[in-house]
Nanobody, 125 residues
Framework: QVQLVESGGGLVQAGGSLRLACAAS????????MGWFRQAPGKEHEFVAT????????YYANSLKGRFTISKDNAKNTLYLQMNSLKPEDTAVYYC??????????????????WGQGTQVTVSS
């Protein structure tokens, strides 16, 4: 049973930073590509970033490139998302997810088979 637990969300002013973490159990992250998605109220899940199993390849949503950084610590079995220069439009519930494609990255929601419960990020203007 794969379990993913996000943490690190909260309320931050525009221009601020947050670091989200996703602790995994039941699966070794070095063997699994991982991703971050977000969902704002009334909207569909939106791809944020993904990282390969061994962590050597990353891919970002174009609109977020340069502000967000995905990383993982395979020794701690933990995924991270560093978010800088936050904007009110970044307000959403952020989810981490484990890919069913093993180590290969994907921006597609349907390629992820395990999901965390989500953590709320609210950016005030």
């Amino acid at each position: 049973q794969v379990q993913l637990v996000e943490s690190g969300g909260g309320l931050v002013q525009a221009g601020g930073s947050l670091r989200l973490a996703c602790a995994a159990s039941g699966r070794t992250l070095s063997m699994s590509a991982m991703g971050w998605f977000r969902q704002a109220p009334g909207k569909e899940h939106e791809f944020v970033a993904t990282i390969s199993g061994i962590g050597d390849t990353t891919y970002y949503a174009n609109s977020l490139k340069g502000r967000f950084t995905i990383s993982k610590d395979n020794a701690k079995n933990t995924l991270y998302l560093q978010m800088n220069s936050l904007k009110p439009e970044d307000t959403a519930v952020y989810y981490c997810a484990a890919s069913r494609l093993f180590g290969r990255i994907s921006p597609n929601y349907g390629d992820y088979s395990y999901w965390g419960q989500g953590t709320q990020v609210t950016v005030s203007s």
